[in-house]
């Protein structure tokens, strides 16, 4: 690669050497694996939170009589298909399949939806029947980490949507390659944290 | 000044490390040590102490197993700016999270509370 490309110096050798990495689309991998990692420091907080809290039931029900296993495994399989649905799109964007692309996120999107619908439903439930955000510390460090994880799927699945029409509309190129590129990296970070909460979370709740 | 060099469509295609056999590889670790996990809770397999460590180190694989296979951690050219930021990273994790944890618990200790927590 010659002509336009950024020189660093090796200040060891003393020699120019082509960077390489300094066109956009690197840039934007790099800043956005630096955000997802600043996450990753959010979460653990909460998870820390949760960690001290998760005995304070006030004498109301704890993890073990409000936690549903069946539930727990079917969201995380369908948030792990999800994360493989993702993947298969950008492969299919590697080979330029636009119609491949947009059937994958559709999918995608159907299981990150199911799973929003299903930890919604969870939720309701617990509010409904008084276990609400309010009723003692346990609850709010659950909801607190739980749902905010929910919110990130949530705004995922806003994501996803706005790519896919991108994609549509503005045609599969170097820009929508890039998005579909970042996209994934969050979706799968968001699997990466689910592993953890349902860890935990859910099965040490019910230990 | 030299402006940056944009890659094109097809560089950035030929870049990508993923390959369909490596995402199923990925997915079906996942499955597996999920599975796993979920079987030894419900079955009661192993007890206390042992189930949460061997749940926990599930978990760990199975975060090492995703962050290889579908974010391709490790996988990138030198230098390997993502893998360097991810550890340090761990390192701001551990020190907040153990930190928090350590001062909590000790604060619990020394209040001695006769409170039911």
Known sequence: ?207 | MDHNHELSLKELQQQYHGSLFSYLKGFLLSLLLTVISFVLVITKAIEGRNLIITIVSLALLQAIVQLYYFMHLGDEDNPKWKTYIFYFMIVILLIISFGSLWIMYNLNDRMMSNMPM
């Not at chain 1, 990753?40 to 820390?48: E, G, K, M, R, S």
């Not at chain 1, 549903?68 to 948030?79: A, K, R």
């Not at chain 1, 993702?86 to 330029?96: N, Q, Y």
């Not at chain 1, 029409?165 to 045609?171: A, D, H, L």
């Open chain 1, 1 to 207: 690669m010659e002509g336009n490309v950024y020189h660093s110096k090796n200040f060891t050798t003393n020699e120019t050497i082509n960077d390489l990495h300094q066109d956009t689309f690197s840039k934007t991998i790099l800043g956005f694996w630096i955000y997802l990692m600043t996450d990753c420091i959010l979460f653990a907080t909460f998870f820390t939170t949760y960690a001290v809290l998760h005995d304070g039931t006030f004498g109301g029900p704890g993890a073990k009589e409000l936690f549903s296993l069946p539930l727990v495994f079917t969201e995380t399989m369908i948030l792990l298909l999800s994360s493989l649905t993702c993947g298969m799109a950008l492969l299919a964007a590697i080979k330029s399949d636009k119609r491949k692309i947009l059937i994958l996120l559709g999918c995608t999107f159907v299981l990150g939806f199911s799973f929003l619908l299903l930890e919604l439903h969870e939720f309701k439930t617990l509010i409904d029947e008084g276990n609400s955000f309010s009723r003692n510390a346990f609850l709010s460090s659950f909801f607190t980490l739980v749902g905010t994880h929910g919110l990130h799927v949530f705004f995922g699945l806003v994501w996803l949507v706005v790519l896919f029409f991108q994609i549509i509309i503005k045609g599969f190129n170097t820009i929508t390659f890039r998005r579909l590129v970042v996209f994934n990296m969050f979706w799968h970070f968001l699997d990466l944290i689910w592993i953890f909460i349902f860890t935990l979370v859910y099965l040490m709740g019910v230990i």
